[in-house]
């Protein structure tokens, strides 16, 4: 008859260790469950900072360049302007000498924008009638395109730089949240040392607390 074999498991794996009492596995959970939602956090701040911070780059850089294109915008509406006025002031001169032929050669050589203020400056007599608009250039229709672009341009420079300015807040904000995080790592983490068990809840309750607050300002940030 074959003898039996009687199998016994090893001590380690049947029986709780004397000195590891029920309390102690509980803090062991707690700080263990610390440790993976402090980290979760710090990868999802990380991850947002960067993100905020590829947007505020991108805010910035448009925000330049509408200003950069504003700013030509501008230079050919001053010139615009310039040029308006140089034909008008000839015109004017030659009109006043009687010469109908060089003023009606100024006059085919006004831009279509100058050439509805000039219409109008005229029917208003300005030559008998001292209450006349004194110049086409100050008439409420004489509106340069270029000029109209640059403030455009301008009003979209500085939305994408105050839209830049607030990413740069946002990923300012995700990063100062992976602070608390890592804070919570550290005392989550050094909790285990010590063997005074008020110490450890004192170190524990600390962790917790940071991790609410880091959980609560996470919540309250805007995501991208």
């Known amino acids: 008859m074959p003898e039996h074999v009687h199998v016994h498991a090893p001590h380690e794996l049947t029986e709780v260790h004397p000195t590891t009492s029920t ?22 701040s990380g991850y ?34 310039t040029q308006d006025l140089l034909n008008f002031n000839r015109w004017l001169e030659v009109t006043t000498e009687g010469n109908t032929q060089l003023a009606d050669l100024y006059q085919r050589r006004f831009r279509e924008e100058f050439e509805p203020a000039f219409e109008r400056w005229q029917a208003e007599d300005p030559l008998n009638n001292s209450a006349a608009t004194p110049s086409p250039l100050r008439e409420k229709n004489y509106v340069l395109s270029n000029e109209v672009k640059a403030d455009k341009l301008e009003d979209l420079g500085d939305l994408r730089f105050e839209q830049g300015k607030d990413a740069t807040e946002n990923a300012d904000s995700y990063v100062f ?37 880091g959980g609560i300002h996470l919540l309250s940030l805007p995501t991208h």
């Open 23 to 44: 309390r102690e596995r509980w803090m062991e959970l707690l700080a263990a469950l610390m440790l993976s939602l402090a980290t979760l956090g710090i990868a999802w």
């Open 48 to 81: 947002q900072a960067a993100k905020w911070s590829g947007l505020q780059a991108r805010r910035y850089t448009q925000a330049s360049t509408a200003r950069s294109f504003a700013n030509r915008a501008a230079t050919q509406a001053a010139q615009d302007r």
């Open 177 to 213: 949240a992976t602070v608390f995080f890592a804070v919570v790592l550290f005392f989550a983490g050094i909790s285990l040392r010590f063997q005074w068990f008020p110490m450890r809840i004192f170190i524990l309750g600390l962790g917790g607390v940071m991790l609410v607050w």
